[in-house]
DNA sequence: CGCTAACCTAGAACAAGTTTCAGGATTCAC
DNA sequence: GTGAATCCTGAAACTTGTTCTAGGTTAGCG
């Protein structure tokens, strides 16, 4: 990888090094529109076909852009996917924000979300093969992407728990853990090691942590 | 991957179908010895530069065989770096039995190990970026494989616990769960995201959940 | 309006994983 | 020791991710 990654589209700004690295530069409406029609085809190919359904050359055609543009949007197929999945993340996210789960308990309402994401990954589960497959292959110049995607699942998590007061270190450790294992979990399913059943079991056990964890008064 | 891989190569029995699908075959003395010089190569090439070093063409010279001979032996880039980190785990489960830790409790025991060996991981990064990143991109096909790693990590974690008596169903799913945490946060750290503190106190985090656990008698 | 920088397109070219094929070398059965 | 089955080799071909190039397009600006 000879060039380094440029996350996004550099937009017209100086002469051609990076200004201004952390607001991402605002996108006009042309090229909004170009990135959402990549991430729909990325979507819609990996429903299709999974992680190998998804070819750059296909992405591009079928969202009416060049090959070297698809590539200035996302550096790597593995770029694209991730932020794929930080796209069905954020829907995710939102869903689960209008309907909260409803059990007593912290611990018991992180199992029941967690496990409620997870059917909604069953029933596209090619799509769910493309884009873990592709944020656990991600190597150091995908971090950052990464780690939105990170903080996204932390924040559904927190949310779950319903915390009043900041998170204890113990308990973010906890979260951490939790977001291991559902990770781990997700990857021995698609690849067809361990049944839906199991992936609850180990989501209900690791889930107890957060019981160990909570902060005594 | 239009042919259905073939695990090891097929050695002289019957017509063309597989006949004996578990022993996997024994190999002649010749054959034990490419299998080996391939494995040697491609941690050789691993160490080097990580899971992109290790380059199927090189592997083959490296190792003085064909192409298509290394193909035949391992049918993808995936299914050689998984056999590479069954190879290494198996040293060092060997290892670990003669020097078992010597803390107090389960949890302790096991966290310890798991450092111990993170610590041996880290010793040669690169290795472990390509075995870890091949593991985790792993599609069904490698599932077998996949699997006796499992269970050999399986294996070494149940026996830093130092049961007396076969593991109850809830510590069988510790265990499991502490596999998740184990393999996530190398992920996690070699990609950069985590540093070797963090993903201490994620294990020992999760290690925590072998008392939850542990039969009450 | 016309300039200019940055963007986009089409397409070739390159890299590495994987497959294929023709022929020589081994090995087992007899 | 001969033959058949299998294995191994060397090399080319194919696939798909990624890069590069030349030229047309767009957007802000005087």
């Excluded at 729909?40 to 359904?53: E, I, K, N, T, W």
């Excluded at 750059?56 to 550096?75: D, I, K, Q, W």
């Excluded at 954020?90 to 689960?96: G, I, N, P, S």
């Excluded at 873990?132 to 971090?143: C, T, W």
Aim: glycine share 4%; hydrophobic share 40%; with cysteine.
């Amino acid at each position: 990888m000879p060039t380094p990654p440029q996350p996004r589209p550099k937009p017209r700004s100086g002469a051609g090094a990076l200004p201004d690295p952390s607001p991402a530069a605002p996108l006009t409406e042309r090229q909004e529109a170009r990135r959402r029609r990549i991430l729909h085809a990325s979507a819609q190919l990996a429903r299709r076909g999974g992680f190998d359904a998804v070819q750059m050359r296909e992405v591009a055609e079928s969202s009416n852009v060049a090959l070297g543009t698809l590539y200035r949007y996302f550096p790597s197929k593995v770029h694209l996917l991730v932020a794929t999945m930080q796209d069905q993340l954020q829907q995710m996210h939102a869903t689960l924000h209008k309907h909260p789960p409803e059990d007593t308990g912290a611990a018991a309402r992180v199992a029941a979300t967690l496990m409620r994401a997870f059917r909604a990954l069953q029933r596209e589960p090619q799509l769910a093969d493309a884009m873990v497959r592709a944020l656990n292959f991600a190597d150091r110049s995908v971090s950052p992407e990464v780690d939105t995607v990170s903080r996204l699942t932390t924040a559904i998590i927190l949310d779950a728990m319903g915390l009043q007061d900041q998170p204890t270190p113990e308990q973010l450790s906890a979260v951490r853990v939790i977001e291991h294992t559902w990770h781990s979990a997700l990857i021995t399913w698609l690849s067809g090691r361990a049944s839906i059943a199991q992936v609850k079991i180990d989501i209900e056990t690791v889930c107890q942590l957060i019981e160990v964890t909570a902060p005594r008064d």
